[in-house]
């Protein structure tokens, strides 16, 4: 399924928002990781060796933002549960009413 994102309505787009950085991240892993995964042990070479912890940095950068937009879309999902179970006290209680209508008051 794909949804244009001028469809999302704009209260539900700051969830999407925190995955932006994320490819920029990526980006900079990827091209860091290729790097250090490229480097010849045989002879010095520093640049491999800053790749290498700028490609742990991206990681950690990554994992912050993954777990803010984990942490928010569980908020997301707990309202969203809230409102469905509203919902369907609401349905029972009308259900009943009008039983009880439909039954002489029973």
Known sequence: MSLPWEQVPPERRA????????????????????IWMARDDTRPQPEAREAANTAVDAIDAMLRELHAMRSRLASEIRQADDATGRRVDEL???????????HGGR
């Open 15 to 34: 969830i999407g928002d925190l995955a932006a950085p994320l490819d920029e991240e990526l980006g900079v892993l990827n091209v860091n990781l290729a």
């Open 92 to 102: 029972l209680e009308r259900s009943r009413r009008d039983r009880r209508a439909g």
